[in-house]
């Protein structure tokens, strides 16, 4: 007959560990759950201790597929009683108490010799931008926070974290990316499941056409600078990290090849009067007050102060809202969503569909010029 009760023993563990939820912050379902798993193990594990455990996750796995905050449960529970895990600052850690702090210093030593060689291979090799690189720290610096070493196991039971964080699927599958690079450059390879997300973008933070000529006139009248970089966002659809990149020279010539996301290679091309503007000049367009290439946020900053003094809602001042406007813009005056796609280098002939939808004003004025019954 399957066993369904506790020993006494075991019982006044299971009252213990429930009272330790007072200073917990898992939600009272989550704690719920907790008690059943940690109940679950001990009415079947042979011993209270890390060796049990093992043991009885060869011998449970059928169990722990319907129950999979077990794996989380269990080593809480035995760190609270001290078999073979220990917190420290809410975090887990594996290894008896007379070892403990020795082997959490040489486990910090040898995690930050990994992440640091990490990044290097992914600048080295991959050519990751300071962007990508600042991502990748963050994210493995959170995964080895809870965890001693990289394997399947653990990576899952971190992805099952967030997912219970509340993170959301952009996050989650942000980090899961992250993982699997690690993963590569370990020689460890790992499988996981991606949270599924539906591709969307928001249409109502986009200048309209209006707003995008109010802007400019009012740039060409205070920081001609300033209107001319307007116009190379609004008329190439170039991220601002490419932006950046250009000279008055690659104007000049009127079309370029630049090395933007994803290390990705693409084609800009400039209109006439962009390229007209740029004569007699020379050196990076964005430039700042000090003569130095600007950064990402600079132009952000700027693009914000200008939308505020010309009077343009500043939500619809930013980098990538003039990308979004060449988008519609395009789309409007050819229709042709494949050449859109190559001209903004999207993988994705879908990606790119997503500019075919209407703003929430578009689609209101559409809807009392069609509707008259």
Same mark, same amino acid.
């Given at each position: ?5 506790l020993?006494?023993e ?14 917990s ?6 704690r719920g759950?907790y008690i059943e798993?940690v ?11 890390r ?9 449970h ?8 905050w077990l ?9 609270s009683?001290?078999?073979g895990y ?10 008896s ?7 959490v210093e040489?486990?910090?030593?040898r995690?930050k ?12 090799e991959?050519?990751y931008?300071q962007?990508?690189?600042r991502?990748y ?25 967030l997912e219970?964080?509340g993170k ?8 899961i ?23 969307t ?6 200048p309209?056409?209006?707003e995008?000529q109010?802007?400019l006139d009012y ?10 970089i ?5 008329t190439?659809?170039?991220r601002?990290?490419?932006l950046?990149?250009l000279t ?5 010539? %009127?079309?370029?090849? #630049?090395? @933007?996301? *994803?290390s ?10 962009? +390229? &007209? ?11 700042n007050?000090y ?6 946020r ?6 914000r ?11 619809k001042c930013?980098?990538?809202a003039?990308?979004?406007f060449?988008?519609k813009?395009y789309?409007k ?5 494949v %050449?859109?796609?190559? #001209?903004? @280098?999207? *993988? ?8 075919l939808?209407?703003s +929430? &004003?578009e689609?209101?004025r ?5 509707i008259?019954?």
């Amino acid at each position: 007959m399957k066993k369904n009760t506790l020993e006494p023993e075991r019982q006044q563990m299971l009252c213990n560990y429930l009272a330790s939820f007072n200073n917990s912050n898992l939600s009272y379902t989550m704690r719920g759950k907790y008690i059943e798993a940690v109940r679950f193990f001990l009415i079947n594990t042979k011993m209270v201790s890390r060796k049990g455990y093992s043991q009885f996750k060869k011998e449970h796995q059928q169990e722990i597929v319907y129950m999979p905050w077990l794996t989380d449960a269990v080593p809480d529970f035995l760190a609270s009683i001290g078999k073979g895990y220990r917190k420290v600052e809410g975090k887990l850690y594996k290894g008896s108490n007379k070892r403990f702090v020795d082997n959490v210093e040489k486990r910090e030593i040898r995690q930050k010799e990994i992440i640091n060689n990490f990044l290097l291979w992914l600048e080295n090799e991959r050519e990751y931008s300071q962007n990508t690189l600042r991502t990748y720290t963050f994210s493995i610096q959170d995964y080895y926070s809870y965890f001693d070493d990289f394997s399947q196991e653990n990576a899952r039971r971190y992805v099952a974290k967030l997912e219970q964080d509340g993170k959301s699927p952009k996050t989650i599958r942000i980090r899961i990316t992250c993982l699997e690079k690690l993963a590569e450059y370990l020689k460890k390879p790992i499988k996981l499941k991606r949270p599924k997300i539906r591709k969307t973008l928001s249409v109502e933070n986009i200048p309209t056409e209006k707003e995008y000529q109010k802007l400019l006139d009012y740039a060409d009248k205070h920081n001609t600078k300033f209107a001319y970089i307007i116009r190379l966002l609004g008329t190439t659809g170039c991220r601002v990290s490419e932006l950046i990149q250009l000279t008055y020279e690659m104007v000049q010539q %009127g079309n370029v090849v #630049l090395k @933007g996301k *994803g290390s990705k290679y693409r084609q800009f091309f400039f209109t006439k009067q962009m +390229q &007209e503007q740029a004569k007699g000049k020379s050196g990076y367009i964005c430039l700042n007050r000090y003569g130095a290439q600007m950064s990402t946020r600079g132009v952000a900053s700027m693009l914000r102060d200008l939308g505020e003094k010309a009077g343009v809602d500043r939500s619809k001042c930013h980098p990538h809202a003039f990308r979004h406007f060449f988008a519609k813009m395009y789309l409007k005056k050819t229709k042709d969503v494949v %050449g859109l796609a190559d #001209l903004l @280098g999207h *993988g994705s002939v879908d990606t790119t569909r997503i500019y075919l939808q209407k703003s +929430q &004003e578009e689609q209101k004025r559409e809807y009392n010029r069609t509707i008259t019954w």
